[in-house]
């Protein structure tokens, strides 16, 4: 066995490096990682890259660091690659308000209404495999307008997010009632407040907050989205309404300009303790022992792949 397999050096990084070499390994991170991640991450990005990123990648192995319906699909559209989370139980609270037996329960008992179902890539794979379309909120306003327009629609699970989409399109539509518990706990009042403090900013939201603090943006958009409306703005002063490691990928991308993090009513920012799981530890232990390992059943899978292919091609 190679040395590097045995022992981990005092330099995780260079055995993190060293590993993904002797691997053929390609580490895909989340905007929300932490910063020692994103910094050794080959790609860094919103669920949408990451979802490409992923179907594109010829590595042998996949180290996704972001919560498990990422790793998840990067699994569906990619089978034959090893894929690795560095942490099994970073979650999500968006999946966890979903259980397919009840999206499949609630479409029986509503079957004369005939569903266009469009979920949102927050979800695990058996909720996807009951979807006729998967969104992320980079591509949400496209899937929604290209849906078909003799069929309600049924957006699952975040009711925020479809609330958004359905302001943006005017497309009325049935809402699943979950949401992300981090961006639910900005506040009308919190984001007032901030403002206040820094007049002369302006203020960018992810879409999965709610209407009131959506209304306080000059901008609702996907983390990726962010980079551009911070690089394009002239105001020097931005406050950033989504989790907080997002603020180091933009530091990163546009050095230079003010950039505030959006506080709820508890905490000056917001961090998702999902996110937050993965650490540069687990990830070289994940590398080293190639688990905790992302598998599906293959017909769960090929089920949960058409609404995501679906998906990329509408998003081309
Ligand atoms: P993005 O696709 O915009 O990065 O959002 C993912 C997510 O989990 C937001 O909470
Ligand atoms: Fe899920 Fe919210 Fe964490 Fe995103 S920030 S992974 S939606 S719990």
Not at 238 to 252: C, G, K, P, Q, S
Request: proline residues 5%; aromatic residues 6%; charged residues 25%.
């Amino acid at each position: 066995m190679n040395a590097t397999l045995l022992a981990p050096s005092t330099d995780l990084r260079a055995d993190i490096l060293a590993l993904k070499k002797e691997r053929n390994a390609v580490i895909l991170a989340h905007n929300y990682q932490n910063a020692d991640i994103q910094e050794i991450a080959d790609y860094v990005g919103d669920s949408l890259g990451l979802s490409f990123r992923a179907q594109e990648t010829d590595a042998d192995v996949i180290a996704f660091c972001g919560v498990h319906f990422m790793a998840e699909t990067a699994k569906i559209v990619n089978p034959s690659k090893t894929v690795v989370l560095p942490d099994a139980n970073a979650g999500c609270s968006l999946e966890d308000s979903c259980q397919p037996e009840d999206l499949a329960a609630f479409l029986e008992a509503n079957r004369e209404k005939n569903y266009y179902v469009i979920t949102y890539i927050n979800s695990s794979a058996a909720v996807k495999a009951l979807s006729d379309v998967i969104c992320t909120s980079g591509n949400a306003v496209r899937i929604v307008e290209a849906a078909p327009k003799d069929r309600p629609i049924l957006f699952a699970p975040d009711q925020n997010l479809g609330a958004w989409v359905s302001q943006q399109t005017g497309r009325e539509m049935d809402y699943w009632n979950g949401n992300c518990y981090i961006h639910v706990e900005f506040t009308r009042d919190s984001i007032r407040r901030i403002k206040e403090e820094h007049p002369e900013a302006v203020v960018v939201a992810h879409p999965e907050c709610t209407t009131a603090v959506r209304l306080l943006a000059d901008e609702v958009c996907s983390t990726e989205k962010m980079v551009d409306f911070c690089r394009n703005t002239p105001a020097q002063d931005i406050i950033v309404v989504t989790e907080a490691n997002m603020l180091h990928r933009l530091r990163r991308e546009v050095p230079g300009k003010n950039l505030i993090p959006g506080p709820t009513e508890r905490c000056a920012c917001a961090e998702c303790r999902y996110m937050k799981l993965n650490t540069l530890e687990k990830l070289y232990r994940c590398l080293r022992d190639l688990e905790p390992e992302v598998t599906l059943d293959e017909s769960l899978r090929q089920a949960a792949e058409a609404p995501i292919l679906r998906m990329l091609e509408l998003s081309k």
